[in-house]
T-cell receptor
Framework: NAGVTQTPKFRVLKTGQSMTLLCAQD?????MYWYRQDPGMGLRLIHY???????AKGEVPDGYNVSRLKKQNFLLGLESAAPSQTSVYFC??????????????FGPGTRLLVL | GQNIDQPTEMTATEGAIVQINCTYQ??????LFWYQQHAGEAPTFLSY??LDGLEEKGRFSSFLSRSKGYSYLLLKELQMKDSASYLC??????????WGAGTKLIIKP
């Protein structure tokens, strides 16, 4: 089991460029999430998905789009990158256990620098 | 608004005990999580509390008081590898996770 994987690990973009971050999980989890983590701040939810073909906005969705065409993949797109989107992006997946506990499992992160 | 408060940084000595506090104000409560995050790495799950009381898991224990909006993570017999950030997160009434900024724990020999 690879768990949750993310590609790329690191990327430098110029303002206005576009890119897609890929998240893949092999645990058959229904729920998937995209977060950004900035110094001195907690993880902030960008978008999430509760199942294949469904997505929803999180706390900070502006400037990002997502797609969940396959259960195992969750893509995060930046249409026109801005310096404010310089951050570390984490993908997570989860399932709800028998006790109702939902634990999120995180990928290794993508470090994005927008110049 | 929703808020999770944790100390920014704490220092402790190898072999000692440290308690990391977390207070929260959220719209509803559906469980509290503690995660560990080493520098440059992903967060990893440590503990989950949904009922009041203490949950013990080896050297780590987590306590919850829902009436006080308070939790703590207790680390015993500290090891150098415990140097990391510890993130507190609360699931609110919409089942969204609200994250604290994390507490950076520095262990000194």
């Amino acid at each position: 089991n690879a768990g949750v994987t993310q590609t790329p690990k690191f990327r430098v973009l110029k303002t206005g460029q576009s890119m897609t971050l890929l998240c893949a999980q092999d645990m058959n989890h229904e729920y998937m999430y995209w977060y950004r983590q900035d110094p001195g701040m907690g993880l902030r939810l960008i978008h999430y998905s509760v199942g294949e073909g469904t997505t929803a906005k999180g706390e900070v969705p502006d400037g990002y789009n997502v797609s969940r065409l396959k259960k195992q993949n969750f893509l995060l797109g930046l249409e026109s990158a801005a310096p404010s989107q310089t951050s570390v992006y984490f993908c997570a997946s989860s399932y709800v256990g028998g006790t109702g506990q939902e634990t999120q499992y995180f990928g290794p992160g993508t470090r994005l620098l927008v110049l | 608004g929703q808020n999770i408060d944790q100390p920014t940084e704490m220092t402790a000595t190898e072999g000692a005990i440290v308690q990391i506090n977390c207070t929260y104000q959220t719209s509803g409560f559906n469980g509290l999580f503690w995660y560990q995050q080493h520098a440059g790495e992903a967060p990893t799950f440590l503990s989950y509390n949904v009922l009041d009381g203490l949950e013990e898991k080896g050297r780590f224990s987590s306590f919850l008081s829902r009436s006080k909006g308070y939790s703590y993570l207790l680390l015993k017999e500290l090891q150098m590898k415990d140097s990391a950030s510890y993130l507190c997160a609360v699931r609110d009434s919409n089942y969204q996770l609200i994250w604290g900024a994390g507490t950076k724990l520095i262990i000194k020999p």
